[in-house]
């Protein structure tokens, strides 16, 4: 079982980005899926979510309206489109997996089984 997030790299501030969360060794139909963020010296910090399910989506205050998640079953892969990047958005972005077939889907790290190693994005002009 394995996650692959890529995509990032150096954006400026206002510009947008689409990282890409690869799965390998399963597929991703039944699993809830988490994008996470870690900038140095602080916490991991959940950004968005989404169900296996119906497809339902969860955004932290700090995104919502900028981001969004999407998945394609067919293509064993979950996307995070990032627009209007601001500097506080620069981070290692690492994405996360748990089996879960019902739709529970959670915003907390502690919840996901699987993770990927992660993508740096970094705003800067």
């Known amino acids: 079982v394995q996650l692959q997030a890529s995509g990032g790299g150096l954006v400026q501030p206002g510009g947008s980005l689409r990282l890409s969360c690869a799965a390998s060794g399963f597929t991703l139909d039944y699993y809830a899926i988490g994008w996470f963020r870690q900038a140095p010296g602080k916490e991991r910090e959940g950004v968005s979510c989404i169900s296996s399910s119906d497809g339902s989506t969860y955004y932290a205050d700090s995104v919502k309206g900028r981001f969004t998640i999407s998945r394609d079953n067919a293509k064993n892969t979950v996307y995070l489109q990032m627009n209007s990047v601001n500097p506080e958005d620069t981070a290692v972005y690492l994405c996360?997996?748990?089996?879960?077939?019902?739709?529970?889907?959670?915003?907390?790290?502690?919840?996901?089984?699987?993770w990927g190693q992660g993508t740096q994005v970094t705003v800067s002009s």
């Open positions: 996360a997996a748990k089996n879960s077939p019902t739709g529970v889907v959670s915003t907390t790290r502690w919840w996901y089984r699987y």
